[in-house]
């Protein structure tokens, strides 16, 4: 049989690496046509490349910076040029910066964080609307963190930014109701993407540290389940899904296996 996504449009924002980059490909081998943006149009190249490869039949890719009204307007202007209507929009871009307390917090990566996860959603889900609400069974997927639900230490900002996404989702479900337009929010825990390399900037020995003697999930998990989640029948909304690895019951359950 088809999969139900066989041929839709789906838009994924954060595209260039990590859970995008996984979610391009993994909806390019259902025969998904893509529009891919992200800041990195080097990388974007890249993977549109892949998905091809993996079986869509379209991956159209554009710069994209959801930071900047200008930019997510201009982008989707230029998404018109190749449909008028959207099946899936994937809030992916976002991502966490530092593991300073409030205490010893800085204004650039409180803000970048807030652009990115909170009003990023909202200026991308405000510029892909009018492409979805006339087409009944469209998604909107915004991707979370088990951060916005549960606090830890030098995570306020980060935590107050997924808290955030939860609920824009939340509320978005219920401005929506009635439009045939789902709405839901995949929430992973543990994951190896760039994720720790971009909270600390960098620092790639103390990113992998995060990962000592414990088994994340995986950037293609992930990707693996937002098909899922966007292939379900058209009446069927999954709001809400939180996913963890195995070994991490609670964001401080941990099981770390120790080296022999």
């Known amino acids: 049989m088809p999969s139900r996504l066989a041929d839709k449009w789906v838009l994924i924002t954060g595209a260039s690496s990590g859970f995008g980059a996984a979610a391009a490909v993994a909806f390019g081998a259902e025969g998904s046509r893509l ?16 998905a091809i490869e993996a079986g869509a039949p379209a991956a159209h890719f554009h710069a994209l910076d959801v930071t900047q009204t200008s930019s997510v307007e201009k982008y989707v202007q230029w998404a018109r040029t ?38 990023g959603v909202l ?17 909107i997927l915004n991707i979370g963190s088990v951060a ?40 992973p825990g543990m994951a190896e993407t760039e994720f720790s390399v971009v909270r600390f900037k960098g620092d790639a020995q103390r990113a992998s540290k995060v990962y000592d003697g414990v ?31 195995t070994d991490q019951a609670a964001v401080y359950k941990l099981h770390r296996r120790t080296k022999a």
């Not at 529009?35 to 892949?50: H, S, T």
């Not at 200026?123 to 998604?139: D, I, V, W």
């Not at 939860?166 to 839901?184: F, S």
């Open 215 to 245: 088994e994340p999930l995986t950037a293609e998990d992930v990707a693996e389940i937002l098909v899922w989640v966007a292939g379900r029948p058209p009446h069927v909304c999954i709001d809400e899904l939180v996913v963890k690895c």
């Open 35 to 50: 529009l891919l943006g992200a800041r990195r149009v080097d990388r974007l190249e890249k993977i549109a490349a892949e």
């Open 82 to 119: 190749h449909t008028d209507a959207l099946d899936v929009l994937i809030n992916n871009a976002g991502g966490a910066l530092g593991l300073d307390p409030v205490a010893l917090g800085k204004d650039d990566d409180w803000e970048t964080m807030m652009q990115s996860n909170v009003l």
């Open 148 to 187: 916005g639900r549960t606090a830890y230490e030098g995570g306020a900002a980060y935590c107050a930014a997924k808290a955030g996404e939860l609920q824009i989702t939340r509320a978005l479900r219920l401005e929506l109701c009635g439009t045939g337009v789902r709405v839901g929010t995949v929430d």
């Open 123 to 139: 200026r991308m889900t405000r510029a892909c609307l009018p492409l979805m609400t006339k087409n009944p069974g469209s998604y």
